[in-house]
C-alpha cells in the first residue's frame, strides 16, 4: 500500500531530531519512502503539510545549535556538563567531525527539502480546489523558510562577508532525495537565489496572520533588510527596515514596552516577526541553554555601557544593563537560568519559544545601516528608541561621539539579542571585516580569518564529492 500523506514523511525524519544526524550531505531518508500521489489532494492536506515546514526549525538539530553560536562568539559561556562538542565552540578550533556541525547542516536542509516539496506538489494543483491566492500564499511561506534556511548555511559556512567569493554554499530549490551532488554556488548567486525567494514572498506571502508563528510579507520585508545588511548594501538595507519599522504596527507588529515581556510571551508577543511555536509536553524545542551562562566578556560590558558605573550587583541590577539583568539574575532567570528562556524544558503549560526574528532586531539594523550611510540623525532615532527601551536616558545616544556611534549599536545589539540566535557572532564577523573591530578584540582564542567560517561537516563531504571544504 503506498504512503499516501506527506505528513508521514515529515513525521518520519523529524522523528529523527532526538538524536544525532550522521550521513550523507542531505541525507534526509524518510523511515518511508514519500510517494507524490495524492499527497497533497486538497486545501486541508497542503495546510497540515505546510504546519510539517513550520514544525522543522523545532528539530533538535537545528533548535538545539543556537547556543553554540554564542559560546563561539564568547557572548555565553559553557557550564555544567557543557555542550555536546562544545568545547571546540569555546576555544574556536571547530574540527569537520564535530557532530553538532552535522546536525545543524542536514536540520537546515530539512527545513529546504520540505519546503521544496510543498513548493513542488502546489506548483503542479495538487491541493485541489484551493483559491490561487492561497496557494500563492503556502508557496510563499514555504519560500520564506526556504530563504531563511539557506541563509542560515550561508551565514554559518559560506564566506557570507565577500561577494567576490567563490565559497558559498549547495543551493536546492527541486526536492532530493539525499544522492544528488551539487558544487557550491559564489557567495553573490547565494544571496541571490535568497533574495529571489524572498522577493516572491514580499508579493505573494499573507500580509497577515493571527499567530506570530507563521510568517507574512512583513517577515520577508525584514527578512531582505538583514539580508542586504550581510551583503554591505546599506542604502537599500536602511530603506526596508525603515519600511518595517513604519508599517509594523499596521501590520500587527509592535516593540513591547517591558523588555522580558517578549520572552514571557513567547510567540504570542506583539514583537515577534518569526518565532517557534512551542506549547504542551509535544510541541518544545531543545533550547539547551541551561548549559551555559554569560561570559567576563558580556559582563563587563553590560557594566560598562552605563554612564559612571563600577561593578554591577546581580541581586539588585545596580550597575547592570537591565537586559543583561533581567537575564540572570535569580529572580527572574528561571529554572534554565536565563531570563530569555523563562519556561523550564518539560512540562504542559508555556514553553520557551525561539526567537527567529523579531521587530527589535529591525530597529538595530536600520540604525547600523544609516550610521554607515552617513544619515546620523536616523540612525540615533532608531538606536535610542531601543535604548529607551532598555532604560537608558533619552538623551543617552545623542551624547555618543559620532566616532564611537557604530561601535556603540554593535554593544547594544549584543545585550538586546545574545543567546538568542547567534547574531553576536555574524555581527562580529561583519564588524571586524568593516574593520569596525579586531580579530581577537572579544575572544583571544580567535587568531585568524579562517576561524570566521565554520568548516563543512565531514558528513557532507562524503556524501557529495563536488563540495569543497572551506581553506584552513
Known amino acids: 500500500m503506498k504512503i499516501k500523506y506527506l505528513g508521514i514523511y515529515i513525521a518520519a525524519t523529524l522523528s529523527m531530531s532526538a538524536c544525532s544526524m550522521v550521513g550523507d550531505i542531505d541525507d534526509i ?55 555536546t562538542g562544545g568545547q571546540e565552540f569555546i576555544t574556536n578550533s571547530i574540527q569537520a567531525s564535530n557532530v553538532a556541525l552535522s546536525n545543524v547542516y542536514q536540520g537546515s536542509y530539512l527545513t529546504i527539502n520540505s519546503a521544496n516539496n510543498l513548493i513542488m506538489l502546489m506548483e503542479r494543483g495538487d491541493a485541489k480546489g484551493t483559491p490561487e491566492q492561497r496557494v500563492l500564499e503556502i508557496i510563499a511561506e514555504c519560500k520564506i523558510q526556504r530563504a531563511l534556511a539557506h541563509f542560515q548555511l550561508l551565514r554559518h559556512f559560506g564566506y557570507f562577508f565577500d561577494l567576490q567569493s567563490n565559497y558559498g554554499i549547495v543551493l536546492r530549490d527541486q526536492p532530493f532525495q539525499g544522492t544528488e551532488t551539487a558544487a557550491r554556488a559564489t557567495v553573490q548567486a547565494s544571496y541571490d537565489f535568497i533574495l529571489q525567494d524572498l522577493d516572491f514572498a514580499i508579493a505573494h506571502a499573507p500580509a497577515q496572520q493571527e499567530f506570530h508563528y507563521y510568517v507574512t510579507q512583513m517577515t520577508a520585508k525584514a527578512i ?12 537599500l538595507a536602511e530603506q526596508i527596515a525603515q519600511e518595517v519599522i513604519e508599517d509594523a504596527d499596521n501590520k500587527g507588529y509592535m516593540l513591547e514596552d517591558d523588555f522580558s515581556n517578549i520572552f514571557i510571551q513567547g510567540y504570542e508577543s506583539t514583537e515577534v516577526l518569526f518565532a517557534t511555536y512551542t506549547s504542551g509536553a509535544m510541541e518544545t524545542a531543545s533550547d539547551q541553554v541551561a548549559r551555559t551562562t554569560y561570559s567576563d566578556y558580556t559582563k563587563r560590558m553590560a557594566d560598562g555601557l552605563l554612564a559612571g558605573a563600577s561593578d554591577g550587583n546581580l541581586a539588585t541590577g545596580a550597575g547592570y544593563d537591565p537586559r543583561f539583568y533581567m537575564m540572570f539574575n535569580p529572580a527572574s532567570a528561571g529554572a534554565l537560568g536565563n531570563g530569555k528562556y523563562p519556561y523550564a524544558s518539560n512540562g504542559t503549560g508555556k ?30 532615532e532608531s538606536f535610542q528608541k531601543m535604548a529607551s527601551r532598555a532604560g ?34 555574524f555581527d562580529y564577523v561583519r564588524y571586524y571585516k568593516a574593520k569596525n573591530i579586531g580579530l581577537n578584540a572579544i575572544k583571544s582564542t580567535i587568531k585568524a580569518e579562517s576561524q570566521l567560517v565554520l568548516p563543512f561537516p565531514q558528513a557532507a563531504l562524503a556524501g557529495n564529492a563536488l563540495l569543497t571544504q572551506n581553506p584552513l
Open 29 to 83: 531518508k524518510p523511515y518511508y519512502k514519500m510517494e507524490t500521489d495524492n499527497v497533497v489532494y486538497n486545501t486541508e492536506s497542503a495546510e497540515s503539510v505546510l504546519r510539517g515546514v513550520y514544525k522543522s526549525w523545532r528539530t533538535f538539530n537545528v533548535s538545539s545549535f543556537r547556543p553554540y553560536m554564542s559560546i563561539l562568539s564568547g557572548t555565553t559561556a559553557s557550564k555544567g556538563g557543557g555542550l
Open 224 to 235: 531582505k533588510a538583514k539580508v542586504l545588511l550581510h551583503m554591505g548594501k546599506y542604502a
Open 351 to 380: 514553553h520557551n519559544t525561539q526567537m527567529i526574528l523579531r521587530l527589535g532586531e529591525i530597529y538595530f539594523i536600520h540604525a547600523e545601516a544609516a550610521a554607515r550611510n552617513g544619515h546620523d540623525s536616523a540612525a540615533r
Open 392 to 425: 537608558y536616558p533619552m538623551n543617552y545616544v545623542a551624547q555618543l561621539p559620532s566616532e564611537t556611534l557604530l561601535r556603540s549599536i554593535f554593544d547594544h545589539k549584543v545585550l538586546e539579542l545574545f543567546a538568542e540566535n547567534g547574531e553576536d557572532w
